[in-house]
């Protein structure tokens, strides 16, 4: 039996937090590591990829080529545990709010499984959605939770709990979330510098 359900969907980076873990947990390994810098020749091509080809899934993952489940194991928790001081304050009150007015709460991010439900294990979601990477090769992704995947997501979650989603609102900071700001009634746009809504207020 299929039940009805509202839904929130909440962006993690630059939505709830101020700073793209992706990016910030790879400076952290070249501060930390020799292993990223040998890489920086094959780095530099994969940028000048994205540049050509933004949607692609080539340069995302030899940008994250230098990762190592060694290296993911060792360096993880402390930095998951730096990472979460910038998350922006209102995060965890928007949330229990949303839950508190019986919606089902979800957050949806590109981000890695080895870092995204950790910097948000204190939060009350319902379900927690991001990037499946491969274990013994963790710079590749086995899927890869952005754009249209996104919905995907949703909609596997969905059918998995036999739900049929109403997204009633949508919270994101990046138009790369469009697929899910477009199924949603109310879209709310963030400003990633500031954690606002755009426009002013929160």
Not at 57 to 77: L, Y
Not at 97 to 117: N, Q
Not at 167 to 172: D, I, Q
Request: hydrophobic share 45%; charged share 30%; proline share 5%.
């Amino acid at each position: 039996m299929l039940r009805k359900v509202d839904v929130v969907v909440f962006d993690f980076d630059g939505t709830l937090s101020a700073r793209d873990c992706n990016m910030e947990f790879a400076k952290y390994c070249f501060r930390h590591s020799v292993r990223p810098w040998l890489f920086l020749p094959l780095i530099g091509v994969a940028m000048m990829c994205r540049y050509f080809k933004p949607n692609g899934i080539w340069w995302r993952q030899n940008a994250r080529r230098f990762m190592t489940p060694e290296m993911v194991k060792k360096f993880a928790p402390a930095f998951i545990k730096q990472h979460r001081r910038e998350r922006f304050g209102w995060a965890r009150e928007q949330v229990d709010a949303e839950r508190s007015a019986g919606r089902k709460v979800v957050l949806i991010s590109a981000g890695p499984d080895y870092l995204v439900p950790q910097l948000v294990r204190d939060i009350k979601f319902d379900a927690v959605m991001c990037s499946v990477m491969d274990k013994r090769a963790p710079w590749k992704f086995d899927f890869l939770c952005w754009g249209a995947n996104k919905v995907i997501a949703l909609d596997e979650w969905a059918k998995e709990h036999k739900y049929v989603p109403r997204v009633v609102r949508s919270y994101s900071d990046s138009r790369s979330d469009m697929p899910v700001m477009e199924i949603a009634d109310e879209q709310v746009w963030v400003d990633r510098k500031t954690g606002l809504r755009a426009g002013g207020g929160k």
